[in-house]
């Protein structure tokens, strides 16, 4: 067993032992064992615990990403005091200047990332074992906590006629259904990661946040990370996309509930929700006044101004001096 096996092996297990559970389960409630539609509702299962557990590090990576909005006038500030000095002492304190801003911010550039870090082992796991559930079929051998059973209930369920374990450009390619479905799930993959993060730039970021270095990375990302998934996907099998699909659903569903309920402070979102709140006459849920209020303010702050300049200025006598 090589370093990589060693690193993965608890993965694997985790990853079969819940999708052994949820198919014991839905066995016991009468879906056929050897169903690939029970293996893939064990599969779904599998993504529900893992982003449910990820809740708390998806509240922390929100706090992050916030707090990066919020340091970007002072980065810009930063970067403007060291604009044009390349001499490695400049380099070093600029560094050690943009690290204390980001200790006091509570937040880092890696943070947005945390979630796809920490889920990317189960993927590599989940992987590992739907890419070798034929190799042990023929070994009669089990993977992680499925048996050697399990295994071949699962090498020979498939859904739309296409083999859960079978791959685009592994054994799938003369199969229409596996061609099929491995585009439509590859398709569906990256669309949702793109809508995603697009979703986020146009309507969850504030001015000075998509001014800012940063986010020309971010979008950059935008349209590398769907890419290389696309491109990796005819290297899935289908259990693998099912996964990575319902993931990506999952993210997209989560940040629209954020950005609608709780979007950042000055962007899009926010705007659209306070003028939300003001038709139903709810008070301001981000700070400020309401629009009514505002304008009753400013009408009665301008009839005071007119006011006083109407008012004449009354000359004073001045005092004369005395022979």
């Known amino acids: 067993m090589d370093f990589f096996e060693t690193i993965m092996f608890p993965f694997k297990w985790l990853v079969s032992i819940i999708m052994v559970g949820f198919h014991e389960g839905l066995s016991f409630i009468g879906l056929p064992a050897a169903n690939g539609w029970t293996w893939t509702l064990s599969i779904i299962g599998l993504v529900l615990v893992i982003r449910a557990a990820l809740i708390p590090v998806f509240v922390k990576q929100i706090k992050a990403q916030r707090g990066m909005q919020l340091l970007q006038p002072d980065l810009k500030k930063l970067q403007t005091k060291y604009k044009g000095k390349t001499d490695q002492l400049s380099r070093q304190a600029m560094a050690q200047e943009q690290m204390a801003l980001y200790?006091?911010?509570?937040?880092?550039?890696?943070?947005?990332?945390?979630?796809?870090?920490?889920?990317?082992p189960f993927f590599f796991a989940l992987f590992q074992v739907l890419s070798g559930i034929s190799n042990a079929k023929n070994a009669g051998n089990g993977i992680g906590a499925m048996s050697a059973q399990q295994v071949v209930?699962?090498?020979?369920?498939?859904?739309?006629?296409?083999?859960?374990?079978?791959?685009?450009?592994?054994?799938?390619?003369g199969n229409i259904s596996v061609v099929v479905l491995s585009i439509v799930m590859i398709v569906a993959m990256t669309a949702s990661q793109f809508i995603t993060q697009k979703q986020i730039m146009a309507k969850n970021m504030s001015e000075e946040a998509m001014a800012s270095p940063f986010m020309r990375q971010q979008k950059m990302m935008l349209y590398i990370l769907p890419l290389v998934f696309g491109i990796g996907g005819i290297n899935f099998p289908i259990g693998v996309l099912i996964y990575w699909t319902t993931t990506n659903l999952w993210t997209m569903g989560q940040q629209f509930f954020v950005i609608r309920r709780m979007p950042t402070p000055g962007s899009p979102a926010a705007k659209a929700l306070e003028e939300?709140?003001?038709?139903?006459?709810?008070?301001?849920?981000?700070?400020?006044?309401?629009?009514?209020?505002?304008?009753?303010?400013?009408?009665?702050?301008?009839?005071?101004?007119?006011?006083?300049?109407?008012?004449?200025?009354?000359?004073?006598?001045?005092?004369?001096?005395?022979?």
Not at 104 to 114: D, M, Q, V
Not at 287 to 316: L, M, N, T, W
């Open 153 to 173: 209930e699962f090498d020979e369920s498939s859904i739309f006629g296409a083999p859960l374990s079978s791959a685009l450009l592994h054994g799938g390619a």
């Open 103 to 120: 200790k006091k911010h509570g937040t880092n550039p890696f943070s947005a990332c945390l979630p796809m870090l920490i889920q990317m």
């Open 276 to 323: 939300r709140r003001a038709a139903k006459g709810l008070p301001p849920l981000l700070g400020g006044k309401k629009p009514a209020d505002a304008a009753a303010e400013a009408e009665a702050a301008a009839a005071a101004a007119a006011e006083i300049r109407a008012q004449r200025v009354q000359p004073q006598r001045k005092n004369r001096k005395k022979k």
